[in-house]
């Protein structure tokens, strides 16, 4: 079968390799940027796969998706030989002072739509000493089957695995403006038996509910900071995390704005997210700015993805927050849709 992914961003990346390894030989990746994805949100990602804090916003169906994402990323990245880019340490949730009643509150949240009380570790303070020594909290919860990857080198990963399997076409803008197996390829009709539109934000024309939700990070080098593991801070009005992606090297993030804008960094959410980080660990106060990115999140009207057929034209979109959370079982499911026509998750099918 002649396939075309279009969109190498996360999903198309994900998609394209695990088709490739379930015996899909006749694969092009089509994208209107080069190899190192830098117009993906996925390269700025915090790469983490949280299905327990992101139920807290997401629910059960977001649970549902996520909750094999971490087993997945590993089976993947042992399988590209790149196991160090995968940490399944757990999340630590702290508490600030005062806002110990909220927490409980997103706790049992997290019971309800996970259906496992008491999942969670409630945290002292010496539990958070165990766990992570340079961090000064008197309260916290712990997360343990959860983790994060190196969303950047994750993505150089799987590209340079795609560059040795299947045809990769960069700097080559695609037009589909209905759901139909021909498309333009720099202005060029051509025909596939099966197209599968990955191109996020790049889908408007054929899925105009799509919107953009603006995020912004900060990455920083911070020599007089170790810890081990993403850590959120729970705030009514904020929802920060600091994620490490190698040693003493962390994103700061990240952001979540209702507008579809890339313009640079705000001053206001440059301050509060350094603000944050320094009420976390102080020792970022002397952490050397590295990069401070921002780029939009491709979200459908309901914050939950998609996947759509329309004959031998199939969408997948609106990852919103979650691409890396979801992208495996996405991929799986339309893999196992393709050999048997099942539709696992059927609430995201349409
Ligand atoms: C700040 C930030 C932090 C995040 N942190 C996390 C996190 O910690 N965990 C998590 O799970 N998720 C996270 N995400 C979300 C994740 O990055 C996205 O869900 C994911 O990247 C979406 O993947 P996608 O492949 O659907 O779309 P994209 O990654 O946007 O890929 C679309 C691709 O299509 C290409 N394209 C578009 N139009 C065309 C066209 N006409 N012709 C050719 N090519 C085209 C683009 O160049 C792009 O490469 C974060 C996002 C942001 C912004």
Known sequence: MKIAVLGAGLMGRVLSMRLNQSGYTDITLFDRDNMDGKQSPAYIAGGMIAPY???????????NLGKNGLSLWKKYLNKLEVPELYNDNGTLLLAP???SNEIKHYINKINFNTN?????????????YDLEPELKYNEGYYLPSEG???????????????TNHIKWEVNTEISCTHASNEITINGMQQKFDLVIDCRGLGSRETLPDLRGIR????????????????VRLFHPRHNIYISPYKKHHYIIGATEIEANDISPISVRSTLELLSMAYDIHSGFSEARVLEMSTNC??????????????NNFISINGLYRHGFLLSPT????????LSTGNKLYS???S
């Not at 496992?116 to 958070?128: C, F, G, M, P, W």
Request: hydrophobic share 35%; net charge negative.
């Open 53 to 63: 804090s992101e139920s807290i916003m997401g629910g059960k169906t977001i649970y």
């Open 148 to 162: 994060v990857v190196n969303a950047r080198d994750t993505m150089s990963s799987i590209g340079k695995y795609l």
């Open 97 to 99: 002072p005062n806002f």
């Open 297 to 310: 999140r491709p979200t459908l009207s309901n914050n939950l993805p998609q996947i759509k057929v329309d």
């Open 116 to 128: 496992e009380n008491n999942y969670y570790q409630v945290l002292k303070q010496s539990d958070i």
């Open 347 to 349: 609430e995201i099918w």
């Open 215 to 230: 995020g912004e990070i900060i990455r920083v080098f911070a020599p007089e900071v170790n810890v081990s593991r993403p």
């Open 330 to 337: 996405l991929a799986e499911s339309l893999i196992e849709y």
